[in-house]
């Protein structure tokens, strides 16, 4: 029930470029270029995200892209 309403609270969340976790405004994160126009966004609470510079928007990092 409360996942139900979570999920689309926190995807508004990161459009505003914030991290749900924590609140953090994620260009206060430590950023790192990605090759596919992208960059890898790790918050201060240690949450990873993918900011995709085409789009303009914050996405969570797949599992696979956390390490790299
Ligand atoms: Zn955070």
């Known amino acids: 029930m409360i996942k139900r309403l979570l999920a689309p609270v926190q995807a ?3 459009l505003q470029g914030k991290c ?8 206060l994160g430590r ?10 966004i790790i918050c201060s609470c240690g949450r990873i995200y993918i900011f995709d510079k085409r789009k303009g928007k914050y996405r969570r990092a797949a599992f696979t892209e956390a390490g790299n």
């Not at 749900?20 to 260009?27: A, E, Y």
């Not at 950023?31 to 890898?40: A, I, L, T, V, Y």
């Open 20 to 27: 749900p976790g924590c609140g953090k405004h994620l260009s």
């Open 31 to 40: 950023k790192f270029e990605r090759s596919d126009n992208s960059q890898k």
């Open 12 to 14: 508004w969340i990161l």
